[in-house]
């Protein structure tokens, strides 16, 4: 039986760690712009996302290792961190919906279905962390955290970036596009 989350339970589960969130995927674009131009020219988009997605690995390695409460592991290639005992998240690129757009293998279609893992909690809260870049791919418009369906997503959330916030104002807001009628 799945357990129903709701969109503020999920994300009050990853409330302690959203500016960590925020720098991984914010850092892994910002660490490619890095690369001088006459490099990044060469790169076709699979390989530009494979390096900023590389680049946010590394990351969340070195910001969520040593968090007592969040534990990667690697299941048969898809790799993700399990935060506390409920949620599971891996990190992607994404589009303003929260979709992500690869050759998706069955760990990760299972993931998105959220169907349990081997060593994932269950029942699953799989949670998708990622940046949706601007326009010209230079840049992160939001951080985002989406709540994927098998194909579908059931809801987006985007983290307000920690030089925007305001004290006592919400951390997150929700981006979850409302389905066309008619």
């Not at 991984?24 to 390096?51: M, W």
């Not at 690129?93 to 279609?109: C, H, I, L, S, W």
């Not at 029942?123 to 992160?140: A, E, H, K, R």
């Amino acid at each position: 039986m799945m357990l129903e989350w709701t969109q503020d339970q999920a994300m009050s589960q990853l409330d302690f760690i959203f500016d960590h969130l925020d720098a991984i995927c914010r850092g892994g674009l910002a660490r490619y712009q890095e690369y001088p131009a006459d490099i990044r020219i060469e790169h076709d988009s699979r390989a530009k996302f494979a390096c900023i997605y590389s680049h946010m690995e590394t990351a969340a390695h070195a910001r969520l290792s040593d968090l007592s409460n969040v534990i990667h592991k690697d299941i048969g290639g898809l790799k993700v961190w399990i935060v506390g005992e409920k949620a599971t998240i891996r990190f992607k690129k994404m589009d303003e919906d929260g979709r992500t757009r690869n050759y998706p293998t069955k760990q990760a279609k299972d993931f998105d279905k959220q169907l349990p893992l081997p060593g994932i909690p269950c029942p699953p809260l799989n949670l998708v962390v990622g940046y949706w870049p601007n326009s010209l791919g230079t840049d992160v418009e939001r951080v985002q955290v989406a709540r994927p369906m098998g194909k579908a997503i059931d809801w987006c959330a985007a983290i307000v970036p920690t030089d925007s916030r305001i004290v006592g104002q919400p951390r997150w807001y929700d981006v979850t596009r409302q389905a066309q009628l008619g």
